[in-house]
């Protein structure tokens, strides 16, 4: 059992909280976390299935129709002479909270427990829903129930290969399964390695694999983070010279991040990106966990807003948690300017999420690389750019002629095409203005024009001259988006940023 929930529920108690509110569910764990705290205290429980119910036995003690939440509230709003501290435990209510009978009662409840010294009832909210409505949000305190540690994960692994009487597990197999099996609940784990003894009969490194595929799939539906592929390495980027060097040197320290803190050197919280659509922010951040060795997680913050009070803070809560659970992970925000851009305004809820994610990323000791890119370094609250959120702040400008010369050759080379040095400056000569995307696509439609001739029965070479023709009729995004781009390069001056290629402040 997690000690620091323990000890973290115990202070609820014992500094007279009057809703403790858990947010999970796997009632089965949470269950057995309670029996650990309220000992041998009275212990009701009320559940939309079973209504009354024996916390113990699990058996319903309730009396039909009559059964309701808000009776069973009412019966237990009376004081009890005989019971100097009881507990009510109510799962999965978020159904039945925004009635105003059943807000009334818990509020009341809530209020007796601060001001009647002779009313010690807590109340304790288990459900797999957040739901609070703002009339009760200042009587609850939420009970944050962590991810197995690799100590509780072990233990899992060593009772399935004891149920299984597999012997033939070797500690290489449990090294390479640990990334794997980490940022999931005791059930998910519990399922995936049922599911890997199974498959074959056995569990092992081979394993990994299908582990991953299923967390995915669970990670997918939360609905909070995407488990995205990494198939990009750095050598497929072209340009951005001082930013890949500079992840390089990140990748050495978070590969050997023991060694690396005993000599003294900090954590790496995470870099900062921010540049032209379409020059490769994106892909840098995929590179970069593959660069690491490491999950790669994605951040959508517009999934993050929920519509109750707390929910919005709730599910960003719930998302750090699982990353800091799968570490060490790269976590990836895209365009965090569309996230941020409305904090200091009227936006409470906003304003909160933001404080939250500064505070987290702050005080950040876990191995959970943060890689946020943005289109617009304008819009962005400047608590967000100074130095202790980020380690570094890099900005991509339209890439240079040897930049897009080297975005060419990959793209090329991508599809088993072929150009020579020459042809290669000159196409890269007469495409200024152009970015990665850009680049990409005038390399696809040359491909696709040589193979549509050739089933035609036209000989179409894929040259420079070919290129060029392409190129010529393409409107790159320097001219489509021409005051954008010069809005961004004056804000990358004002904002003194590093450039991603030379490595130098912008000026």
């Known amino acids: 059992m997690n000690k620091k929930v323990i000890s973290n529920f115990q202070k609820m108690i014992d500094v007279n909280t009057p809703i403790i509110y858990i ?49 069973f509230l009412r019966d237990k709003y009376t004081v009890d002479v005989n019971l100097k501290e009881k507990f009510l435990i109510l799962k999965d209510i978020q159904e039945f909270i925004d009635e105003p009978a059943i807000k009334t009662l818990l509020q009341l409840m809530a209020q007796r427990k601060l001001y009647d010294r ?12 957040q739901k609070i409505p703002q009339e009760l949000d200042k009587y609850v305190s939420y009970l944050d129930i962590p991810f197995p540690d690799e100590e509780e994960i072990n233990r899992l692994i060593d009772e399935h290969i004891e149920v299984n009487c597999y012997d033939n597990f070797k500690d290489e197999d449990r090294k390479k399964l640990m990334p794997s099996l980490k940022g999931m609940s005791y ?17 092992s490194a081979e394993d990994t694999e299908m ?12 609905g909070l983070l995407e488990l995205v592929d990494t198939p990009e390495s750095l ?45 490769g922010k994106s892909l840098c951040a995929k590179a970069s966990a593959k660069l690491f060795n490491t999950p790669l997680l994605k951040l959508d913050m517009g999934s993050m807003m929920g519509k109750y009070v707390g929910e919005s803070e709730g599910n960003l809560r719930k998302a750090i948690k699982i990353a800091e659970a799968a ?10 300017e569309k ?3 409305g904090v200091g305004g009227n936006n409470d809820i906003m304003t909160r999420m933001f404080g939250y994610f500064l505070s987290w990323m702050q005080d950040k000791t876990s191995s959970v690389y943060v890689i946020a890119t943005a289109n617009n370094a304008d819009k962005l609250p400047p608590e967000l750019k100074r130095k202790g959120r980020f380690d570094e702040i890099f900005c991509v400008n339209l890439p240079n002629k040897e930049e897009r010369k080297a975005i060419f050759k990959i793209h090329i080379n991508k599809k088993k095409q072929n150009l020579d040095e020459s042809s290669l400056n000159s196409v890269s000569q007469i495409t200024d203005g152009f970015n990665g995307a850009d680049i990409e696509s005038v390399v696809n439609e040359a491909v696709e024009k040589c193979f549509l001739d050739k089933l035609e029965g036209k000989d179409t070479k894929f040259d420079a001259s070919l290129l060029k023709e392409i190129a010529g009729k393409t409107i790159s995004i320097s001219k ?17 940023f590093k450039d991603a290629t030379t490595g130098e402040i912008t000026t």
């Open 187 to 203: 059930f998910e784990i519990d399922r995936m390695l049922d599911m890997a003894m199974s498959s074959n009969g056995s569990l």
């Open 480 to 496: 489509s988006c021409k005051k954008q781009i010069d809005d961004m390069k004056k804000a990358f001056k004002e904002n003194n």
């Open 118 to 129: 002779d009313y010690n009832t807590t109340i304790i909210i288990v459900s797999s829903i």
């Open 211 to 222: 582990i991953l595929q299923q967390k995915k799939s669970m990670v997918k539906k939360s």
């Open 327 to 336: 570490a060490p992970c790269v976590l990836w925000i895209d365009e965090i």
């Open 339 to 341: 996230a941020f851009s």
């Open 235 to 279: 050598d497929g980027i072209g340009g951005m010279y001082a930013l890949k060097d500079y992840l390089l040197h990140k990748s050495k320290v978070m590969s050997n991040l023991p060694k690396a803190m005993d000599f003294g050197v900090a954590v790496p919280k995470g870099v900062f990106i921010v540049g032209m659509p379409g020059c």
């Open 23 to 71: 947010n999970d569910y796997d009632f089965v764990r949470i269950d057995e976390i309670i029996v650990e705290i309220v000992g041998n205290s009275k212990v009701f429980e009320w559940n939309p299935a079973t209504g009354t119910t024996n916390f113990k036995t699990k058996e319903s003690q309730g009396l039909g129709e009559n059964d309701t939440l808000e009776q």
